[in-house]
Structure formats: C-alpha cells, structure tokens
C-alpha cells in the first residue's frame, strides 16, 4: 500500500512537472506558427513587389527583343521608333542600356539625305552618365572616344573654313590693289615717255 502511494504521488509529480513543458511548448508552437504566418504574409508582399517588378522587366525586354528582331530584318524605322519609345520610358537597367546604345548606333550612320546627327552622342554621353557599370558602356568607350575626336576635327574645320574665307578675302582685296598698282606704274611709264619725247 506504501509503495502504490509512493508510486501515484510520484506519477502525480512527474505529470505536473510535465504539463508546464506541454503548455511552453504548445505556446511557443503557436508563436512560431503567427511568426511564421507574418512572415508568410510579408513575404508573399514582397513577392507581389517583385512580381510587378519582374512582369515589367519581362515586357520591356520583349519590346527590346522585337526592336533587335526588326534590326535583324532591315526595318530600320520601325527599330528606331521601338527603340527610341524604350529610351524614353521607364529606366530598367540590362534593357534602357542596350537600347540607348543600340539607337545611338543607328543615329551615328550618317547618310547622303541625313548627315551625321547631334542625337547620336548624346545618346552616348547619357549611356555613360546614367549606365556607368553597364557592359553596353563599356562597348560604347571608344565610340564615345571616337565621337569627341570627330567634334573636335569639325570645330577646326569651321575654324579653317572661317580662317580660309578670310584669308581669300583678303587675297581678293590684295589683288585689286595690286591692279590698281600695275594700271599706275603704266600711266606713269606712259608719262614718262610724253616727257621724253617733249625734251627731243
């Protein structure tokens, strides 16, 4: 009879130590299942974010992929207009960046009816200022290189035209002078064999 009250007060014992573990561990299960609830919400928030992100990126590449594939096909305007719509929409970069430097390529080939346009370089600098990490920018480095030379050698060129103009000006009022010089050296060869004359 001891040994049975021994036996049920120690079962006694054990279970009351056992029930604060079970309510610990119901409660910290039901902490992790609300932490874990939060999360789940806030990460399917942030997957929302990203898949507007993503579906934009995944619309603005298609539009880049059907202005490569009009390159591709020898329909130039049609690639500038898609092209130049990409440029001026919303940046995103792996897509703006190849666009700008693609169009900048197409403005930079000059043509009988289209010389060489302003849009072109421009196009080039802004690459550079707002992709500087792009690879499309690093292509870009020695057209750019190329482009500044181009600038320069077309202001000397003004600057020789200007220089030139000038400088035939001046040659053309030179040779008046040297006209008028010449008809006076023969009036006075003129006069001088009058005078001769009138001393015999």
Same mark, same amino acid.
Request: charged share 25%; hydrophobic share 40%; net charge positive.
């Given at each position: 009879?001891?040994?049975?009250?021994?036996?049920?007060?120690?079962?006694?014992?054990?279970a009351?130590?056992a029930?604060?573990?079970?309510?610990?561990? *119901? @409660? +910290? %299960? #039901? /902490? &992790? !299942?609300? *932490? @874990? +609830? %939060? #999360? /789940? &919400? !806030?990460?399917?928030?942030g997957?929302?974010?990203?898949?507007?992100?993503?579906?934009?990126?995944?619309?603005?590449?298609?539009?880049?992929?059907?202005?490569?594939?009009?390159?591709?096909k020898?329909?130039?305007?049609?690639?500038?207009?898609?092209?130049?719509?990409?440029?001026?929409?919303?940046?995103?970069?792996?897509v703006?960046?190849?666009a700008?430097?693609?169009?900048?390529?197409?403005?930079?080939?000059?043509s009988?009816e289209?010389?060489?346009?302003?849009q072109?370089?421009?196009?080039?600098?802004?690459?550079?200022?707002?992709?500087?990490a792009?690879?499309?920018?690093?292509?870009?480095?020695?057209?750019?290189?190329?482009?500044?030379?181009?600038?320069?050698?077309?202001?000397?060129?003004?600057?020789?035209?200007a220089?030139?103009?000038?400088?035939?000006r001046?040659?053309?009022?030179?040779?008046?002078?040297?006209?008028?010089?010449?008809?006076?050296?023969?009036?006075?060869?003129?006069?001088?064999?009058?005078?001769?004359?009138?001393?015999?």
């Amino acid at each position: 009879m001891r040994g049975l009250l021994t036996l049920l007060l120690a079962a006694a014992l054990l279970a009351g130590c056992a029930t604060p573990k079970r309510l610990e561990t *119901t @409660s +910290t %299960a #039901s /902490t &992790s !299942t609300s *932490t @874990s +609830t %939060a #999360s /789940t &919400s !806030t990460a399917s928030a942030g997957t929302k974010g990203t898949g507007a992100g993503f579906l934009q990126r995944y619309a603005v590449s298609k539009k880049l992929e059907h202005a490569v594939d009009k390159l591709e096909k020898g329909d130039l305007a049609g690639a500038v207009k898609d092209l130049n719509a990409l440029c001026r929409g919303q940046a995103v970069p792996g897509v703006t960046d190849e666009a700008l430097f693609r169009l900048a390529l197409l403005s930079l080939r000059p043509s009988v009816e289209k010389p060489l346009s302003g849009q072109g370089p421009q196009l080039l600098k802004r690459l550079r200022r707002e992709y500087p990490a792009s690879p499309w920018t690093l292509q870009a480095a020695p057209l750019i290189e190329l482009v500044d030379v181009a600038d320069e050698l077309r202001q000397q060129n003004r600057s020789l035209r200007a220089s030139n103009h000038s400088l035939g000006r001046e040659l053309k009022e030179s040779n008046q002078v040297i006209k008028e010089l010449n008809l006076v050296i023969k009036q006075l060869k003129n006069l001088d064999v009058e005078l001769e004359q009138k001393v015999r």
